[in-house]
């Protein structure tokens, strides 16, 4: 499609007033020429030029992306999406992308604009089972990442323990670099609980990508970050939200409460009724990101959560009868 480079340049330069106006020109266009968006639209007996305020866009469910292809005009080529991961007897969703130089640099400049310079970063990322398959953004963006660093230690780990922790205590002694412990939830609960003895690390930032795979119990979040604060002598642990459906990051410095990219937007609408939106209520996640000017940028998420005090996003779990994702974050 035309616009797709020219949406993605304007996006790089989106000012704090132009959220709103940005969004409606594009639920018009991808209500034109998104199929599956525009099925879902006119199913909802929906007049396109009479959308004006966010609030009156509809959201498409995650579902769709497991049985449709979503996306605007054609596809250029099949082969390039990322996948979730799920479990075996699900079915994964599958998300096309225009451009994965593009992905990258969009998730390099969100990343940047909460945590600084990559060059800042060693990164050591424990990504077990993402490694193990095809098509995982999250694996895509963290190797994007280590390459960013230009960090000799930089690198993935999967169940080599002891080597890691070695890498670490290198780490502590160099102090030239903030050091950035990437890992999904389950896997930093197996290295904390591996009884190896950590080094103390100034400036480490552990962050969880969450997701228990069937690999452990459920445990609330609390409960997890207290067992990792413990584990590697940190005051908080940061939190990464992302999907596949979804081409922009968000992300918490603790408490798994997080702040929004300049390409997101969220709305919590009522558990009853999905038209119905409240500020200070708990409720459905929908989702506007931007960077999802080739697909769908309005999705209708399985996650709950309420607005904090301060004015950022709290996750808090999901809906009983949704699926179980790879990035579920544990009920608080």
């Not at 992308?97 to 604009?113: G, T």
């Not at 992302?242 to 992300?251: A, F, K, P, R």
Request: one cysteine or more; aromatic letters at 12%; charged letters at 25%.
């Amino acid at each position: 499609m035309k616009y797709f480079k020219s949406f993605s340049e304007s996006l790089e330069r989106i000012g704090e007033g132009d959220f709103e106006e940005m969004a409606i020109q594009l639920f018009r266009l991808q209500a034109a020429a998104n199929p599956v968006y525009r099925a879902y639209v006119e199913a909802r007996r929906l007049s396109i030029h009479k959308v004006s305020k966010l609030e009156e866009i509809p959201f498409l469910p995650l579902s769709f992306f497991k049985s449709k292809q979503v996306y605007c005009g054609e596809i250029a080529d099949p082969n390039q999406f990322y996948s979730s991961s799920g479990t075996t007897d699900q079915i994964n969703s599958k998300h096309y992308f225009w451009s994965e130089e593009y992905y990258l640099s969009h998730a390099k400049r969100i990343f940047e604009q909460f945590y600084g310079s990559l060059t800042d970063y060693h990164l050591i990322a424990l990504l077990p089972s993402y490694l193990e398959r095809q098509g995982s953004s999250l694996v895509r963006m963290a190797d994007f990442f280590i390459q960013e660093t230009k960090s000799n230690y930089s690198g993935f780990y999967l169940y080599n323990h002891q080597e890691l922790v070695d890498k670490l205590g290198i780490l502590s002694q160099l102090a030239d670099r903030k050091v950035l412990l990437l890992g999904v939830t389950f896997a930093l609960l197996d290295l904390a609980d591996s009884g190896l003895d950590f080094p103390r690390i100034p400036g480490l930032t552990v962050m969880e990508t969450g997701g228990m795979k069937g690999r452990r119990r459920e445990m609330i979040r609390d409960e997890v970050h207290d067992r990792l604060k413990v584990a590697f002598g940190v005051g908080s642990i940061h939190s990464e939200y992302g999907m596949t459906e979804m081409m922009s990051q968000l992300y918490s410095k603790g408490g798994g409460k997080y702040e929004l990219p300049p390409s997101v937007r969220v709305l919590i609408r009522d558990p009853h009724d999905p038209f119905a939106y409240g500020h200070n209520k708990t409720g459905g996640i929908n989702v506007i990101d931007l960077a999802n000017f080739h697909s769908c940028a309005f999705l209708e998420t399985q996650d709950l959560g309420r607005w904090d005090e301060e004015g950022r996003l709290e996750i808090l779990g999901r809906f009983d009868h949704s699926d179980l994702r790879g990035c579920n974050l544990m009920v608080n």
